[in-house]
């Protein structure tokens, strides 16, 4: 019998989170013995508590923080977990979560994990912890640990910004490798053969750039290089990397950036330069910030609709929170390319 599969099949079937009895069948104690195990650990033996504490790893079990006689399961609270709040790439997306939240009598709680698992982990330890009823989240790609306990909590998930026909839960977002094919396809048809990326090192970013580099190498074009620069990107960063690029890479008619802070800086450099943008290089951002239509040039960029991926995250949550079933769990929401003078 699989063991630490069941709580997560059985909580995803709308049967509750995994409990503390659960936790004390596994480790074949008593409840109120696993209880003292977790809250006062000296109170048992060590044969004890090394049982309870397996029985939580293997079930993904996270002490409710709100225990204690609330009269309530419903906590009227949805946390969301974001990489960033540096830069402006996710702030349209928090922006119409809260308000549509709102609308429904729920209140936002945000998170910052920065771009590593064991930060992801330990935020959403403490959100579980205080049971809200969603969780909103950036990205498809958690530790094993971080699934085991989203699963296990039988609270809805919204996975954003991404795509993958398997979420945890639910899922809103867009192929990062379709864009990288289609801003190829782009910069091909306005005639630039050699390409160069300029990107942050977080993994959505890989996939959308190594994309990129094997499009270009299908068709027919020479390889891309390829520069890597801290998350969350900067200005400053789009400057060296440029300036890397132009010692390594001479001849390079045409720069995809991860972002348009990234764009702005190459675009920045090349000025400094003297190299004239698009007449002897060619720049796509991404993300479609407000300022990228107000450069000179305009910037070139990929357009995702991040205020769309809140709206449809809240409407999620609220479904689920409220009891309805949600029968389409993967909405994409696809991209454009704006087009303008930076390309």
């Given at each position: ?5 069941s709580?997560a ?10 409990t ?22 000296a109170?048992v033996?060590?044969?004890?508590l090394?049982k309870?504490?397996d ?5 993904g079990y996270?002490?409710?923080g709100l225990a204690g ?5 419903r ?5 969301a977990?974001v990489?960033?709040?540096a830069g402006?790439?996710?702030l349209?997306t928090?922006?119409s979560?809260?308000e ?13 994990s ?8 330990a935020l959403?330890?403490?959100i579980i912890g205080?049971?809200p009823d969603g969780i909103v989240?950036?990205g498809?790609?958690?530790?094993v640990?971080?699934?085991?306990r989203?699963l ?7 996975e954003t910004?991404?795509l993958?026909?398997t979420?945890?839960d639910?899922l ?7 864009v990288g094919?289609?801003?190829v396809?782009?910069l091909?048809?306005?005639?630039h053969?050699?390409l160069a990326?300029?990107?942050g090192?977080d ?19 020479p ?6 620069v801290p998350?969350?990107?900067?200005l400053?960063?789009g ?5 890397e690029l132009?010692a390594?890479?001479?001849?390079i008619?045409a720069v995809?950036c ?15 330069r003297?190299i ?18 107000d450069?000179?040039?305009a ?6 609709d991040?205020a769309?991926i809140g709206?449809q995250?809240?409407?999620f949550i609220?479904?689920?929170a ?5 029968t389409?769990?993967v909405?994409?929401?696809g991209f454009?390319?704006v ?5």
């Amino acid at each position: 019998m699989n063991t630490e599969a069941s709580p997560a099949r059985r909580n995803r079937r709308g049967s509750g989170a995994v409990t503390l009895h659960d936790v004390a069948k596994l480790a074949g104690v008593a409840p109120i013995t696993a209880s003292r195990a977790l809250n006062t650990p000296a109170q048992v033996s060590p044969e004890v508590l090394r049982k309870v504490t397996d029985a939580v790893a293997r079930t993904g079990y996270v002490r409710n923080g709100l225990a204690g006689g609330l009269a309530s399961t419903r906590s009227r609270l949805v946390a969301a977990v974001v990489p960033t709040i540096a830069g402006p790439v996710f702030l349209q997306t928090i922006q119409s979560l809260t308000e549509a939240l709102a609308e429904h009598g729920y209140q936002l709680m945000l998170g910052q994990s920065g771009y590593t698992e064991s930060r992801e982990d330990a935020l959403l330890e403490a959100i579980i912890g205080r049971r809200p009823d969603g969780i909103v989240l950036t990205g498809i790609l958690h530790s094993v640990e971080g699934r085991r306990r989203l699963l296990a909590a039988g609270i809805p998930v919204v996975e954003t910004w991404d795509l993958t026909p398997t979420p945890l839960d639910m899922l809103v977002g867009f192929s990062h490798a379709e864009v990288g094919r289609a801003v190829v396809d782009f910069l091909r048809a306005k005639g630039h053969r050699q390409l160069a990326v300029v990107a942050g090192d977080d993994e959505r970013s890989r996939r959308r750039h190594q994309a990129f580099r094997d499009a270009a190498r299908a068709a027919g074009l020479p390889e891309v290089p390829l520069i890597y620069v801290p998350a969350p990107t900067t200005l400053k960063s789009g400057r060296a990397a440029l300036a890397e690029l132009l010692a390594t890479t001479p001849g390079i008619e045409a720069v995809f950036c991860s972002s348009d802070l990234l764009a702005l800086g190459v675009m920045t450099e090349a000025q400094a330069r003297g190299i004239a943008v698009p007449q002897q290089l060619a720049v796509v951002g991404f993300g479609d910030l407000e300022f990228a239509a107000d450069l000179h040039p305009a910037l070139s960029t990929v357009r995702i609709d991040s205020a769309a991926i809140g709206r449809q995250a809240a409407r999620f949550i609220v479904e689920r929170a409220e009891g309805r079933e949600v029968t389409e769990r993967v909405v994409d929401i696809g991209f454009s390319i704006v087009e303008r003078a930076s390309a």
